[in-house]
């Protein structure tokens, strides 16, 4: 009995699973899908041409980890209805993601020679370790896209959340951690149209269709009359 209560308040930190699934299957199909393999290429003439490399944005496409793991712990610890559609919004997205990948094989070639700028920061040395740690392939739809999309939603739909600054500012982070994507050459525009159509499909599924039994108690609690704000 005592297993069973413990389940009936902490069972749907096993949400949380998804995470550790999706990162093992990511990195096999990074071995699969290679810089050298045969694979359809993610361009948009003209527009992807436009848009300048500016390393600056780095710093919010780096922080997109601290945007996604930041609202997810809240989540965990103060609503657990809202982690449970939160992960379960990732773990349905990106996990689907793998098979899109594996099924159609996509890449950019919109990569800069870092080396030929002729410029040196703290953003031209994050760019040279995100472009050694992650292939230019399996990049459509874009996941930094999708994974934020997912923070919105789960932000926008919390009822701890009162705030509606916070709301807005969290959604606005959001937004330029898109935008980074291709300003860093990370992702072609097209990665970032087809993120949006990709991620209401789940959204719908999670957040329209899917019908949760609210058993599960919160980690943490609120003391009577005390929001997040």
Not at 30 to 44: K, M, P, Q, R
Not at 201 to 221: A, D, Q
Request: aromatic share 18%; charged share 15%.
């Amino acid at each position: 009995m005592k297993l069973r209560k413990l389940f009936d308040r902490y069972g749907y930190f096993l949400y949380t699973l998804f995470v550790p699934v999706y990162l093992i299957l990511f990195f096999v199909t990074e071995g699969i899908v290679t810089a050298d393999s045969s694979y359809l290429v993610s361009y948009l003439p003209v527009i992807d041409d436009a848009i300048p490399f500016c390393e600056w944005f780095a710093v919010p496409y780096v922080s997109w980890y601290l945007y996604m793991f930041g609202i997810g712990v809240f989540l965990l610890c103060r609503e657990p209805d809202g982690a449970r559609r939160y992960l379960l919004n990732i773990g349905l997205s990106f996990n689907f993601f793998i098979v899109v990948s594996l099924l159609v094989p996509n890449g950019q070639d919109l990569r800069v020679d870092l080396s030929a700028l002729g410029r040196d920061n703290f953003c031209i040395d994050i760019m040279r370790w995100i472009y050694s740690a992650d292939t230019n392939t399996n990049v459509c739809p874009s996941i930094h896209a999708v994974g934020t999309m997912c923070v919105m939603a789960a932000t926008l739909h919390s009822k701890e959340i009162k705030s509606k600054a916070f709301k807005v500012l969290y959604s606005l982070w959001g937004v330029f951690i898109i935008i980074a994507t291709v300003f860093l050459k990370q992702h072609s525009v097209i990665d970032v149209f087809v993120a949006v159509p990709y991620f209401f499909i789940f959204y719908f599924i999670v957040y329209r269709l899917i019908k949760f039994k609210k058993h599960y108690e919160p980690v943490l609690k609120c003391s009577k009359g005390r929001d997040f704000s």
